[in-house]
């Protein structure tokens, strides 16, 4: 967890240092230097924590799959590099201690994270419509509202505020306009306590996330 910390802090440190590179004239509309944008996102997820395998062993694996929706604004300092924050939420799913029974419940989840993102075009220089993005963030989750369980020996806590980490890949499509649609497929970890268990095996509670979203980047200012 240390190690993926200071990763993140590297590259956020990393891309503002490329904000110091001076702005050429743009050649192409899709150049997106010195643009904010914002998006909005939404998709199936998958939730991997304590137990997690019990839904399959007792013919509800598909109960394991819910949903989740996120808000982002970002800033490019250049052609390859930018910042977002995104806020998101969603309602997960979780088995207790197979001992005792089958003991499924949900809760609601809200993240916060800051993302560095790098385009590999504006690296390379070469702007096109399809632009694919790799992000690295740092962030946290607050969960609550769990439902009620009848476990043995068993119990949730709630509510819980833990750090969290994710990476991921996005391919977008942009328009002309500034408008565009992307698909993103990503990864968050968060620290064990996340689904209201004590931890127990992996020291993260995992989420796979796939998305379809849109994005609109406003105009440079001249």
């Excluded at 944008?37 to 997690?52: A, D, K, N, R």
């Excluded at 993005?133 to 740092?138: I, N």
């Excluded at 931890?199 to 998305?211: H, N, R, T, Y």
Aim: aromatic share 18%; no cysteine; glycine share 12%.
């Amino acid at each position: 967890m240390r190690r993926i910390a200071l990763l993140v802090a590297a590259l956020l440190l990393t891309t503002v240092a490329f904000a110091a590179k001076p702005r050429l004239k743009p050649i192409s509309p899709y150049q997106y230097g010195h643009r904010w944008y914002f998006s909005l996102q939404g998709g199936p997820m998958i939730s991997v924590g304590e137990f997690s395998s019990s839904f399959a062993e007792n013919g509800q694996g598909w109960d394991i799959l819910s949903w989740h929706g996120a808000l982002s604004i970002g800033y490019n300092f250049n052609d390859a590099w930018d910042l977002r924050i995104s806020g998101s939420y969603s309602y997960n799913p979780g088995a207790l201690n197979p001992y005792g029974g089958f003991s499924p419940y949900h809760f609601q989840a809200a993240h916060l994270f800051f993302d560095a993102i790098v385009s590999p075009n504006g690296l390379a220089e070469y702007y096109k419509s399809f632009n694919p993005k790799f992000y690295l963030g740092l962030g946290a989750a607050y969960t609550h509202q769990f439902t009620e369980v009848n476990h043995p020996f068993q119990t949730l806590t709630s509510p819980n505020i833990v750090p969290g980490v994710r990476f991921g890949g996005i391919a977008e499509f942009d328009g002309k306009s500034g408008f565009g649609w992307f698909i993103d497929l990503g990864v968050e970890g968060f620290w064990d306590t996340y689904n209201g268990q004590q931890p127990e095996g992996f020291i993260l509670d995992l989420e796979f996330k796939l998305s379809l979203g849109i994005i609109y980047h406003f105009p440079l200012k001249k």
